[in-house]
């Protein structure tokens, strides 16, 4: 029977001055030698443990960035995507503070907006497309973008990455109202942020245990 | 290199007398010949346009179902849940209204509550668990469950689904309010369900755009 090529890719997405980024890699054979791609690899199930597992080994390899979080997104398959043949892609999307991903900034990983035309090989457009989707659908009633936030932040940085996220700008109270309603956040001690104009603010982190799962606004029917 | 075995498995669930139930079908071959499990195979390359082809094409060869919803749940994989070696299962939930799923159950295919304890085979067990939290939980928010109501319903038949996916009774008002502001039914023209001891009730479907796509309660930040 004919084979399966199995590969793993990655959307790294991070937020720099408010405008949301992907992480292209170069690539360094063929097909598509020397374009810019979501960084991705084969599996090797000597080493791999899980399909995660790969997409981590992946984005260590290409990039020496751990993710603080990261998601299944879906898998893209059929036999057009990959020239090398029918092809199955289990996609996983990182979020990812910017200082990090600016330290690891090299000639070969640039940033690109999500908004900006990209000419991408395979499906890379589209699975970028479903990764921000996913993004910012769930932005509306998670602790997802806390991931882009850093390690610490002040609520007015907090509540600018979400309207980042959300395209448009967000009522103060009701957001702290939310933010509070979903229980996410502990300050952090002793620590303020040393705004210029204004008087020091409390800095904020997520709490230790909301660092791999999500918590949800909870609105049942 | 080592291969991957890559298989699509399908979770199709349906609702019997308020009991959420998973279609189980005798496994023709080894490994775990004649054990119940989630009906699953191989990627065909030569016939399956994608993944989800590919699930379909299973279904409808152990079951002669075709879904009236499907959805891709998420990408399974590693070492040890085959024992054929290392493998990735791509795995679609389908929702089935009960009437349709009774016809197609045979001696090689039957129904077991998801609340059960299943003894299955591979990772069959934590996939269920995976795919009744999705619809649980997106039943809180979307048209998801008018999938497992039949073709048409009325308002309390629909609201008896929605309660046993949530497990909970809910309030008659406040269900149709939620049922309004996601705009997702249609009456059926002169078609009233003729219950026993009330006067007969409008009966509703399913607006042709939502047959495909889910609809959302909008309740951004």
Same mark, same amino acid.
């Given at each position: 029977?004919?084979?399966?090529?199995?590969?793993?890719?990655?959307?790294?997405?991070?937020?720099?001055?408010?405008?949301?980024?992907?992480?292209?890699?170069?690539?360094?054979?063929?097909?598509?030698?020397?374009?810019?791609?979501?960084?991705?690899?084969?599996? /090797?199930? #000597?080493? =791999?443990?899980? +399909?995660?597992?790969?997409?981590? !080994? *992946?984005?260590?390899?290409?990039?020496?960035?751990?993710?603080?979080?990261?998601?299944?997104?879906?898998?893209?398959?059929?036999?057009?995507?990959?020239?090398?043949?029918?092809?199955?892609?289990?996609?996983?999307?990182?979020?990812?503070?910017?200082?990090?991903?600016?330290?690891?900034?090299?000639?070969?990983?640039?940033?690109?907006?999500?908004?900006?035309?990209?000419?991408?090989?395979?499906?890379?457009?589209?699975?970028?497309?479903?990764?921000?989707?996913?993004?910012?659908?769930?932005?509306?009633?998670?602790?997802?973008?806390? /991931?882009? #936030?850093? =390690?610490?932040? +002040?609520?007015?940085?907090?509540? !600018? *990455?979400?309207?980042?996220?959300?395209?448009?700008?967000?009522?103060?109270?009701?957001?702290?109202?939310?933010?509070?309603?979903?229980?996410?956040?502990?300050?952090?001690?002793?620590?303020?942020?040393?705004?210029?104009?204004?008087?020091?603010?409390?800095?904020?982190?997520?709490?230790?245990?909301?660092?791999?799962?999500?918590?949800?606004?909870?609105?049942?029917?």
């Amino acid at each position: 029977m004919q084979q399966v090529i199995c590969t793993v890719d990655l959307v790294l997405l991070t937020l720099q001055d408010g405008v949301l980024k992907v992480a292209l890699h170069k690539r360094e054979r063929a097909p598509f030698e020397g374009v810019a791609a979501l960084p991705g690899g084969f599996i /090797h199930p #000597a080493e =791999d443990a899980n +399909t995660r597992s790969a997409a981590l !080994r *992946v984005l260590r390899e290409k990039t020496a960035i751990v993710p603080p979080y990261l998601e299944q997104l879906a898998t893209f398959s059929g036999p057009a995507r990959d020239p090398r043949g029918w092809s199955v892609s289990i996609v996983y999307y990182a979020l990812v503070p910017f200082d990090v991903v600016e330290g690891a900034v090299t000639a070969d990983l640039k940033l690109a907006s999500v908004d900006e035309r990209l000419d991408l090989p395979f499906d890379h457009r589209q699975i970028v497309d479903a990764a921000v989707a996913r993004l910012r659908s769930k932005s509306q009633y998670s602790s997802l973008p806390c /991931h882009l #936030a850093g =390690d610490t932040f +002040t609520l007015p940085q907090l509540q !600018r *990455v979400y309207e980042a996220l959300m395209g448009e700008p967000l009522n103060k109270v009701s957001f702290r109202r939310k933010i509070t309603e979903m229980d996410m956040l502990e300050p952090v001690e002793g620590m303020f942020s040393s705004g210029a104009a204004h008087r020091p603010a409390q800095l904020y982190r997520l709490k230790p245990a909301l660092r791999d799962r999500l918590t949800l606004i909870e609105r049942g029917l």
